[in-house]
């Protein structure tokens, strides 16, 4: 695991499923790559493409997070964690 500093605070480079729920039934697997205490970077399988807020669980954190979309390219998406 490798840590770097960005603008937010320090960001873990992991490699770890999630799970995406969009809508009451529908779940997207997904991959985290990196996370922070304000967002996270994600891959998501080809031709996804996320709404603009979507829940997210993460194993490493003990409630899902609400997730805003920031931006998107590709199959990469960088997103952050809304404050509730």
Do not use: Y
């Amino acid at each position: 695991m490798n840590t770097t500093m960005n603008r937010r605070g320090r960001r873990t480079t992991l490699a770890q499923s999630g799970m995406i729920r969009l809508g009451l039934f529908k779940r997207l697997p997904c991959e985290i790559r990196d996370v922070s205490p304000g967002g996270a970077r994600i891959v998501t399988p080809a031709g996804v493409d996320l709404p603009e807020q979507f829940v997210m669980h993460i194993p490493q954190f003990k409630k899902p997070r609400t997730c805003i979309r920031r931006w998107q390219s590709g199959c990469e998406t960088g997103v952050e964690f809304k404050l509730d």
